[in-house]
């Protein structure tokens, strides 16, 4: 039974740092690509960062420069470190894989974490 669990959400100011983390749970065959997203209050869930299993990364323009994403692959996890945060990322941040869980699968599927909260206060 794979699931991604999401952590190191919480409470900041305004120019301060928090490191997420998205561990990947059960028997999986690969994990392909790996991506946060947002959920911003009253907004629709939008992609942040994504990576792809070789490392490289890409990002929305508005946490460009401030945050840095990363994976572990033989631990089959995932870290977003935010930097210089602002009170525009407040929301819930929420972590996803593409995951091939079998090798007989015809296909990967997209895994979701539950979510952790980043509070930002001026």
């Known amino acids: 039974h794979v699931q991604l669990q999401a952590s190191g959400g919480g409470l900041a100011q305004a120019g301060d740092s928090l490191r997420l983390s998205c561990i990947v749970s059960?028997?999986?065959?690969?994990?392909?690509?790996m991506a946060w997203y947002r959920q911003a209050p009253g907004k629709q869930r939008e992609l942040i960062a994504d990576?792809?299993?070789?490392?490289?990364?890409k990002y929305a323009q508005s946490v460009e420069g401030r945050f840095t994403i990363s994976r572990d692959n033989p631990k089959n996890n995932m870290s977003l470190q935010l930097d210089l945060l602002k009170p525009e990322d407040t929301g819930i941040y929420y972590c996803?894989?593409?995951?091939?869980?079998?090798?007989?699968?015809?296909?990967?599927?997209?895994?979701w974490g539950q979510g952790t909260l980043v509070t930002v206060s001026s």
């Open positions: 059960g028997s999986v065959f690969s994990v392909n690509f």
């Open positions: 990576i792809t299993r070789t490392g490289i990364a």
């Open positions: 996803a894989a593409d995951i091939w869980v079998d090798p007989a699968d015809t296909s990967s599927k997209i895994f």
